[in-house]
């Protein structure tokens, strides 16, 4: 974790925030702003720290799509969360990406099991989560059940990208907080 510069946090906030709002009201998030961030992250890195931020933001976009795109191939991640990951990977960089994807995951999680518990689905869910399991070992496609379908109506969606927004800003405030100056 490292402390970034005011102006990375401003365009960090500022899209993801953006995002969670865009993700609320209408189940997406907008190629415009994640080209945005993916064009100030990468601009502002190489500015600020040359070469080597340059290669930090390349890196940050590399492992957000490592780790997010087989998701989205899953179907269990939509293609909007790909690219908002990426974005923030080429402001924040890959180590501190990867603060954020842990914080937003933490985070998504404790709000899945909320909606979950008020929709009485948790038992189901988990029951799902353990045929995804089996179905993933065996090698074939986990999304065998509509409800495990993101293109499902079945399915429960929760908005990602208000999960990733609250991970950015928990990890900025940690950073203000424990981060070496």
């Known amino acids: 974790m490292s402390l970034l510069p005011v102006v990375f946090q401003i365009v960090l906030l500022l899209m993801v925030a953006v995002a969670a709002v865009y ?5 997406r998030i907008p190629n415009w702003l994640v080209l945005t961030g993916l064009v100030l992250g990468l601009g502002l890195n190489t500015f600020w720290f040359q070469w080597r931020g340059a290669r930090a933001s390349l890196m940050g976009i590399g492992l ?9 191939l899953l179907r269990g991640m939509g293609a909007g969360d ?11 960089g890959a180590a501190n990406w990867f603060g954020i994807f ?12 909320v909606l979950l518990l008020s ?12 045929f995804l399991f089996q179905r993933l070992f065996s090698l074939k496609a986990p999304y065998a059940r509509e409800e495990l ?3 499902s109506p079945k ?13 950015s800003v928990l990890f900025l405030a940690a950073a203000w907080i424990w981060a070496p100056r």
Do not use: C, E, Q, T
């Open 23 to 27: 993700d609320i009201r209408f189940r």
């Open 64 to 72: 957000a799509f490592l780790i997010y795109f087989p998701l989205y």
């Open 82 to 92: 790909v690219k908002l990951m990426a974005a923030i990977g080429a402001i924040v």
């Open 102 to 113: 842990i914080v937003s995951s933490l985070l998504g999680g404790v709000v899945a099991i």
């Open 119 to 130: 929709r009485g689905r948790l038992m189901n869910s988990l029951w799902n989560i353990g």
């Open 149 to 151: 379908d993101l293109s």
């Open 155 to 167: 399915s429960i969606k929760l908005p990602h990208g208000v999960a990733i927004a609250g991970g």
